[in-house]
C-alpha cells in the first residue's frame, strides 16, 4: 500500500521560498497511473490545488499560483517536491502531497500534511 510523508521547515519567514518534499513509499512515482498532486489548506478556508506532477516528470499548475510554484521529482529517491516563492502571511496552511488516479481522477492516497506558518 503506497505511503506519502510530507517533509520540510514549519517556519518561514516573508518573501523566502517554501519547499517541502514528499517522500512515497511502497509504490513508484514513475507509473504511469498517477500524477502526484499538491494541495493546501488554510486556516479556517477549504482545500486549495497547487499542481501536480506526471509520471514523465511534466507538470501542470493552478494558474493562481503558476508564477511562484515549481513542482519537480528526483526518481532515484522516489520524491517530488514543491516551491513556493515570495511567500506572504497568506501562504500559511497545511501542506499535503497526494496521489491522483489518472483515470479515475481521484484522490486516492494523502499524506498526513504538514503545517507551514509563514512569519517573522
Known amino acids: 500500500q503506497v505511503q506519502l510523508q510530507e517533509s520540510g521547515p514549519g517556519l518561514v519567514k516573508p518573501s523566502q521560498t517554501l519547499s517541502l518534499t514528499c517522500t512515497v513509499s511502497?509504490?513508484?512515482?514513475?507509473?504511469?497511473?498517477?500524477?502526484w498532486n499538491w494541495i493546501r489548506q488554510p486556516p479556517g478556508k477549504g482545500l486549495e490545488w497547487m499542481g501536480a506532477?506526471?509520471?514523465?516528470?511534466?507538470?501542470r499548475y493552478s494558474p493562481s499560483l503558476k508564477s511562484r510554484t515549481s513542482i519537480s521529482r528526483d526518481t532515484s529517491k522516489n520524491q517530488f517536491t514543491l516551491q513556493l516563492s515570495s511567500v506572504t502571511p497568506e501562504d500559511t496552511a497545511v501542506y499535503y502531497c497526494?496521489?491522483?488516479?489518472?483515470?479515475?481522477?481521484?484522490?486516492?492516497?494523502w499524506g498526513q500534511g504538514t503545517l507551514v506558518i509563514v512569519s517573522s
Open positions: 506532477i506526471g509520471y514523465s516528470g511534466s507538470t
Open positions: 511502497g509504490g513508484s512515482i514513475t507509473i504511469s497511473y498517477y500524477y
Open positions: 497526494t496521489r491522483e488516479d489518472r483515470s479515475l481522477r481521484l484522490l486516492d492516497a
